[in-house]
């Protein structure tokens, strides 16, 4: 895709739900250009806390490359369900696509994309097609799934840290590596992950293998050296290759076929 010559000065706000702020999205958009793959970013932070704010940093170079970019709030643990949120994902998706028209968005292919606890929620949405359908979302045109440093088994060694600790059944129920076999179309995965903190790597590694074993497309690009918070805090600063790495994957998965 070209480079966008510039970008709208500010993002427009808008509310996809009727949950109040946490409910709302901040889309950033190329200046007048046509119609292009939109790209939704969900926030990490345990699922417990974040904020959409912190998505200029993932927006600025991918708007520049000429995307579309909704960061997106979510409702937070303390008061809603991870089912709830993986619905948030789906729901603020399906709103953007629906008024695709009045923000110069391609209807026909977006990519969900995520860091961290982001990262688990829209694998989640990728591969259990029921928050999709609840939504009225169309998994068929979903190109693309760009996580950084996702979590993919809350089975394992993110266990004691996530919202369905000491249930085993929610754990399963909740993991995007148990509901491979419901992904619908052909979406690249790509799983993005430091090497610094090898539990990230394990489940990438992990979900990967169920992946391509079901026949699905999967990159697994490592940033060396990186931390985990500023895999996405560092996202496109000077030297850092996470914003190269994740543009290659959406060209490829934007490529028409």
Known sequence: MAVSAAAEAAPTTL?????????????YRPAGQAPAPLIVYVHGGGWRQGDKQGG??????????GYPVASINYRLTQATPIADQAADVAAAAAYLLAHAADYAIDPKRYALMGHSAGGHLVALVATDPAYARAA???????????TLDGVFNLDEAVAPHTPTAGNPALSQAMSPIAHVAGVVGHPLF?????DTNPRFGSQA?????????????VDEPIVHGLRHG????????????????????????????
């Open 56 to 65: 200029w940093r993932i927006a600025e170079p991918l708007v520049a490359r």
């Open 15 to 27: 509310a996809y739900g009727p949950g109040g702020e946490a409910q709302t999205l901040d889309l």
């Open 205 to 217: 590694d992990d979900f990967a293998v169920r992946l391509r074993a079901a026949g699905h497309g």
């Open 230 to 257: 500023p895999l996405a805090g560092q996202f496109a600063e000077p030297g850092i290759p996470t914003a190269g790495i994740v543009e290659a994957c959406l060209e490829r998965a934007f490529k028409p076929r």
């Open 190 to 194: 790509c799983l993005v992950h430091e």
């Open 136 to 146: 009225g979302l169309d998994l068929r045109t979903l190109a693309a799934v760009v």
